[in-house]
């Protein structure tokens, strides 16, 4: 399995602000005893980027589980959220502007938690591991086609460093045993697969949005509404938008797709190592505007050696609205699909596994109990937080399962998907290696990248 992982000048708050080009100079110069703070006093210091939100306070609750777990920084350009995480850790340090975390205080933490909106992921991420520091990054890993590779590099210019993806549906043993059938090959070689998400009905609020652009409003006084942009260019801000709309928007979000992506398409990437897609054509009624649109279907298309695939192509449909296969298609007896899954079509029989980890598999057709099936191997329960800390000590059985080098072309497939609704009904062919559809310069001018705010602008690894 794969693993993850200048100037001497001081660097001034004024700067600081001035231009953050200068503070990731001062990052790359950090002190050799700086970059060796790891584990003060026997424990991992971690900098939490993002502690309000949905996801947010649960990965610190269960990261203050390990007793070896410090929180040492905490950061939020929402005050309310802030001022109420510093109570529980009054020993912290506490700043609204994340890079301020970077700039003064980086011997205090020897890690990161990154719990931002999707758009600021990478940067977080890359200040992360410029710094030496160890991270672990909120699905998606990223907003953008190009942040794929600039993580990608990074990784390979910290070997050394732990980083874990926000997949804590990989912990139980569930879809640990549906990666194994599938990685031994236990159902023969690989057809095809479909993979989906249910959504909610259009116009109401949800943790997904399709009720239509809203008209601009003041953001609220606690909070620091350039700060939540971040590398994002400047905008109105508009109702709903920081609480759950920025999940659907374009500008800050990756959609449903994009969303559910690390945690529907992880086991394929798992159980076959999955390179980049070569093609992706999204169908759907309406391109994607500021918010995403709803009822869209991508495939994507990957060129796969002959010992593990049916065919030397492997299709992958990944749709949203709970759009399943046909069941009578697959030859599978007649039923009806959960809201959301992932299903393999082997030559040897069929697998679906959910979410939270039921496995069904069908050989001729017929359902069969997974765990008769000859040939598996042993799958062990794993605390997902727990996991990424106990690597990051060494401890010689630490296992994490979703490092940013797996995250990145998981992110990359959602990305293509989600990202296609802009054209839709038309096939783009995706080289990554050039960050081009050389088919389409349309798509390659405004699909694949963006245009970061001064003083936002990512590190660089060369």
């Not at 992506?261 to 990437?269: I, R």
């Not at 699909?337 to 697998?351: F, H, M, S």
Request: hydrophobic share 35%; net charge positive; charged share 20%.
């Amino acid at each position: 399995m794969k693993t993850n992982h200048t100037s001497t000048h001081p660097v001034t708050r004024r700067t600081f602000l001035k231009n953050g080009a200068i503070l990731t100079a001062g990052i790359a110069a950090l002190s050799p005893r700086a970059r060796a703070q790891t584990n003060k006093n026997g424990k991992l210091q971690i900098y939490h980027v993002g502690t309000g939100g949905s996801i947010a306070p649960h990965d610190r609750m269960q990261l203050k589980k390990h007793a070896d777990v410090v929180f040492s920084g905490l950061c939020d350009v929402d005050s309310n959220a802030l001022a109420k995480v510093s109570k529980e850790h009054p020993d912290a340090f506490t700043c609204r502007d994340f890079r301020e975390g970077f700039e003064k205080h980086a011997d205090k933490f020897d890690a990161v938690l990154c719990c931002t909106p999707d758009h600021n992921h990478a940067i977080v991420d890359l200040y992360a591991l410029k710094a030496n520091k160890h991270v672990y990054g909120q699905k998606p890993l990223v907003q953008q086609l190009s942040e794929v590779v600039a993580i990608e590099d990074a990784i390979k210019a910290r070997p050394t460093l732990i980083t874990q993806t926000g997949n804590q549906r990989m912990g139980p043993v569930g879809r640990q045993h549906a990666v194994d059938i599938l990685r031994r090959g236990l159902l023969g070689k690989a057809i095809e697969a479909h993979v989906w998400v249910g959504g909610p009905p259009e116009g109401k609020q949800g943790y997904f949005w399709y009720g239509g652009l809203q008209e601009p409003t003041p953001a609220p006084a606690n909070i620091d509404w350039t700060l939540w942009l971040g590398c994002a260019l400047d905008a109105p801000h508009r109702p709903g938008l920081i609480s759950l709309q920025w999940r659907s928007s374009w500008d800050y979000g990756t959609g449903q797709l994009g969303d559910w992506c690390t945690h529907l398409l992880d086991v394929l990437y798992f159980a076959y190592d999955l390179p980049s897609p070569v093609a992706v054509q999204c169908h759907t009624h309406e391109p994607s505007g500021f918010y995403y649109t709803r009822f869209m279907k991508s495939t994507l298309t990957y060129a796969v050696p002959a010992e593990r695939f049916a065919n030397g192509r492997f299709a992958v449909t990944y749709a949203d609205q709970s759009q399943a296969p046909s069941r009578a298609s697959l030859g599978l007896p007649a039923g009806k699909w959960p809201g959301t899954g992932t299903l393999v079509v082997c030559e040897g029989g069929v697998l679906f596994v959910q979410p939270e980890g039921g496995v069904e598999v069908w050989i001729g057709g017929k359902p069969v109990d997974f765990k008769t099936i000859a040939g598996q191997g042993t799958v062990t329960a794993r605390n997902h937080w727990h996991a990424w800390v106990d690597k990051i000590l060494g401890k010689p059985d630490a296992f994490v399962q979703t490092p940013f080098s797996y995250a990145a072309g998981i992110a990359e497939a959602g990305l293509l998907c989600a990202k296609a609704s802009r054209f839709p009904n038309q096939e783009l062919r995706w080289d990554k290696a050039t960050l081009t559809f050389p088919n389409h310069a349309e798509a390659t001018k405004t699909i694949v990248r963006r245009e970061y705010r001064k003083g936002y602008e990512l590190p660089t690894f060369t």
